[in-house]
């Protein structure tokens, strides 16, 4: 391209961040940029005050909460919230490990089974191809619906109560596997395939040694997207889990939204009455500080990893 | 088997690809290679996905649990369609049916006109900086839970302590119980549905806008056309495949609603009923509240009606643009 249109190259280089003269003419007016900036500017406020709506009431004393109600900013600045949650260390604790093992190794058994597939996909020539393609297809099309999801999965294949319900059911998906399929078909030669067969690799050393180690963005995405949504779940929870020991951090949020005095019930364990430990406890700030446990790493991470979701939503939308 | 054969095979394979059609290739140790790598996610298809694809039929059963999930299965009455005759008998079903298909529509006007809009105006900001930190805020509800949201809501919408409510009272307005107030939610339910879902589209369709050739533009601007020309005949034409992609996949799942926003939210308050219930939240609340029948009928409407949706909107695509269609 920049063979093309030396001249626009050479002013793009001499002066970066003032685009050259054209450009400047074919854009948007000065007022008009103004206000949309305006405009872009309240609406990514809108998205974020909410979030600091909520720390703000994660780091506030809980006389100040029961007296003025939630604020931007805190009328008496306190820890308790979270002194409390680290008082609680048992329950919080175990519900981070349950939501942190779950994600690594819900993510790490989906990327290994979407690729898989996707890679078997891939294969031009393959025998089944036409099958597994439609294994693939049809779950997109038409599922058994929630009931029928539901009894399968808690009685017949019995995993209501422990763990494999919250990482199984969410590992695969017909869209991942779709990205992968059309990911190894447009990025890894056919010839680097077809020659390493002539040396003898079986499909499984090609697939292991050749395919995923130059694949991987797509493994990125496929573990962002699998990662930020088993750390976001609840919904299996809800389902499959009557036992509050194998809650994650977002059902025990959910559990806590619905009925504060469930943190009151695990620290009444602890020797103090539930009455009179729901009376002391910093409930509101308490709360507050569980979303921001829960908010917080994905906010600190999701701005690197953007554009790995980004280029997954768009290899998406481009059929194989 | 030999290195011979394999070569052999592999030279076969190579050829075979021009081979004439409905000649059959011969099963070759390739094929059983792949095989063997795709049958853990065949296995995980078929028992997530196919099992339960069966088992949709207990809609037309009473189904009681009786021991383990075969045996109930199996002693379990066939009734026809008497679940879909109580079914169809309760008011509730219309007016369910009629939330989730109307929630859908607007969803899906809006959720294509503002991250589209969105997407477009955001591409003509001057600061390239300013725009992918607007960007990257506006992402950030795509990556909230459900649970998570309503606990932001709940800080601004709670009757004693939310930050609205203490704004009313310093205006000298009184305290209201926003979450009793059937009139207000699905308003709101929809801004929320465009909260969390704004971000995630417009970055979907400036990765298009950023797709096109810029010489288009260049082209366009030196025989005059104003910024809203050159959007309309270039942006938007060029813009067409993705956004009917988009359409496609909302209106396939016209009949399924995101259970998160219409069950969570509202945190399942009784006087909201009419307004927040939909297909989704129905299933779920009959299977936990009582008999599976009625649940499971709804839960097959919903699957049948989704399977019909999806089919029929891929048709019409394919009928209008073959390239965007899905299947």
Not at chain 2, 104 to 121: E, K, T, Y
Request: proline share 4%.
């Amino acid at each position: 391209m920049g063979r093309q249109r030396p001249g626009q190259g050479q002013i793009r280089i001499k002066g970066k961040k003032e685009p050259d003269g054209f450009e400047r003419f074919n854009r948007v007016s000065k007022p008009a940029n103004v206000v949309l900036n305006i405009v872009f500017f309240i609406m990514a406020m809108a998205c974020i005050i909410p979030v600091v709506l909520v720390v703000a009431i994660s780091f506030s004393a809980e006389e100040s909460i029961q007296e003025y109600g939630y604020h931007f900013i805190p009328k008496i600045f306190s820890l308790e919230g979270y002194t409390f949650l680290v008082s609680q260390s048992k329950m919080i604790v175990r519900a981070l490990g349950v939501s942190l093992l779950v994600t690594i190794a819900g993510t790490v058994l989906g990327v290994i089974l979407t690729t898989l597939m996707g890679y078997v996909l891939s294969r031009p020539g393959y025998k089944l191809n036409g099958f597994l393609t439609m294994v693939v297809f049809i779950p997109m099309v038409f599922n058994g619906g929630l009931v029928s999801t539901y009894f399968v999965n808690s009685q017949l294949l019995g995993l209501k109560n422990t763990l494999w319900a919250l990482i199984l059911p969410l590992c695969v998906s017909s869209f991942n596997v779709v990205i992968c399929r059309t990911f190894f078909k447009s990025t890894v030669p056919e010839s680097l395939i077809e020659s390493a067969k002539m040396d003898g690799a079986s499909q499984f050393t090609i697939f292991s040694r050749i395919v995923m180690p130059i694949s991987l963005p797509v493994l990125a995405t496929i573990g962002l997207f699998l990662c930020f949504s088993y750390w976001n779940d609840w919904y299996q929870s809800m389902l499959y889990m009557e036992d509050s020991k194998l809650y994650s951090l977002q059902a025990l949020l959910n559990a806590i939204l619905t009925n504060i005095q469930m943190l009151a019930k695990n620290a009444a364990t602890m020797g103090l009455g539930a009455a009179e430990m729901l009376a002391k406890m910093p409930q509101e700030a308490a709360r507050m500080a569980i979303v921001v446990i829960i908010v917080a790493p994905i906010a600190c991470a999701y701005p690197f990893f953007q554009k790995y979701f980004i280029s997954g939503l768009t290899v998406g939308a481009v059929k194989g | 088997m030999s290195h011979e054969v394999d070569k052999a095979a592999v030279k076969k394979e190579i050829i075979g690809n021009k081979r004439p059609k409905g000649k059959k290739r011969r099963w070759n140790r390739d094929d059983t290679e792949l095989t063997l790598l795709a049958l853990p996610t065949t296995i995980w298809y078929f028992l997530f996905c196919f099992v339960p694809m069966f088992g949709i039929v207990i809609a037309f059963k009473e189904f009681r649990i009786n021991g383990r999930f075969l045996k109930s299965f199996w002693t379990s009455e066939w009734v026809g369609v008497n679940n879909f005759k109580f079914l169809f008998a309760t008011k509730d079903i219309w007016m369910i049916i009629k939330n989730t298909l109307s929630y859908n529509i607007v969803f899906i006007i809006l959720g294509i006109v503002v991250p589209v809009a969105a997407a477009i105006a955001i591409g003509q900001l001057h600061s390239k900086k300013l725009m992918k930190v607007y960007q990257t805020a506006m992402f950030m509800p795509y990556f909230l839970s459900w649970v998570v949201v309503t606990a932001l809501v709940w800080a601004f919408l709670s009757f004693d302590k939310g930050l609205l409510n203490n704004l009313l009272e310093s205006w000298g307005m009184d305290r209201q119980q926003w979450y009793m107030k059937p009139q207000m939610w699905p308003p709101f339910l929809v801004f929320m549905n465009l909260w969390k879902g704004v971000g995630y589209g417009m970055v979907v369709y400036l990765a298009t806008i950023t797709g096109i050739d810029k010489t288009y533009y260049e082209a366009a601007g030196i025989d005059g056309a104003t910024i809203w020309q050159q959007v309309r005949y270039i942006t938007l034409p060029l813009m067409k495949t993705v956004i009917i992609m988009m359409f496609i996949m909302n209106v396939g799942r016209i009949f399924y609603s995101d259970f998160g926003l219409f069950y969570q939210v509202p945190r399942d308050s009784n006087s909201l009923y009419d307004v927040v219930y939909t297909l989704d939240v129905y299933v779920y609340k009959q299977l936990r509240t009582s008999t599976t029948g009625m649940s499971a009928a709804a839960a097959f409407i919903q699957s049948l009606a989704g399977c019909v949706t999806i089919l029929t909107a891929n048709w019409v695509v394919r009928k209008v643009d073959r390239e965007s269609a899905m299947i």
